[in-house]
């Protein structure tokens, strides 16, 4: 009968292990590959519980960086309308403010004009009364030269007219020189005859003077 040494040796199965990295065979024990340092093992998955986290955690930043994103719009909206606004405000001001200056200006030039003209009809009004009192004191004058003998009445009136292109409108005339008619006389045709006076007005000092004749 044969007998075996204890301490004779087993043979252990030889380890025969394809790379699925590099395709290089190997009887190396351990778990890596010799040849490209990969894992002889396949790769684990990663847990749903790990993907769903960092599949919430992508949907959580791209939620913000949506939000972040659309507020950043609607404040730059908001700021350009908000600056829009002011324009159209500043616009409706400056037309208003320049549209009120412009009616202050006209009723200020309406107003200068109409004072103007008011002024011009009383200086017509005043020449006109002292071509009225010039009247009245020849008519006196020529009466009492009819009591004196000198001249043929009776005296019925006196009628003034500017003489030389002289006007009681021009305004801008200080003296005006008037031949006054002393009319004593209707004819048969119905003119007036008469005594002649002639008469300078001076408009800046109201005074006036007269002699019979031309």
Not at 73 to 101: L, P
Not at 107 to 114: H, I, L, R, T
Not at 118 to 132: D, F, H, Q
Not at 170 to 192: G, H, M
């Amino acid at each position: 009968m044969n007998e075996k040494n204890a301490d004779d040796s087993v043979d252990e199965p030889v380890l025969n292990r394809v790379c699925r990295y590099c395709s290089v065979q190997s009887t190396a024990s351990g778990s890596f590959c010799p040849n490209c340092g990969k894992p002889f093992g396949k790769k684990t998955a990663p847990s749903p519980k790990i993907l769903w986290t960092v599949i919430t955690a992508v949907v959580v930043v791209l939620g913000v960086l949506a939000i972040v994103f659309f507020t950043q719009q609607e404040a730059t909206k908001r700021a350009a309308d908000d600056a829009h606004a002011s324009q159209v405000a500043a616009a409706s001001s400056a037309a208003a403010s320049s549209s009120a200056a412009g009616a202050a200006a006209s009723a200020e030039v309406v107003a200068a004009a109409s004072a103007a003209a008011a002024s011009e009809e009383t200086e017509r009004a005043v020449r006109n009364v002292y071509v009225s009192e010039l009247e009245a004191s020849i008519e006196k004058d020529a009466k009492a030269r009819v009591k004196q003998g000198t001249l043929t009445g009776p005296i019925k009136r006196v009628s003034c007219t500017p003489t030389g292109g002289g006007s009681l409108d021009d305004l801008t005339s200080l003296t005006t020189t008037f031949e006054c008619i002393a009319v004593n006389e209707t004819n048969k045709d119905k003119t007036e005859s008469g005594y002649v006076f002639t008469s300078t007005m001076n408009w800046d000092e109201a005074t006036y003077s007269w002699h019979l004749g031309r």
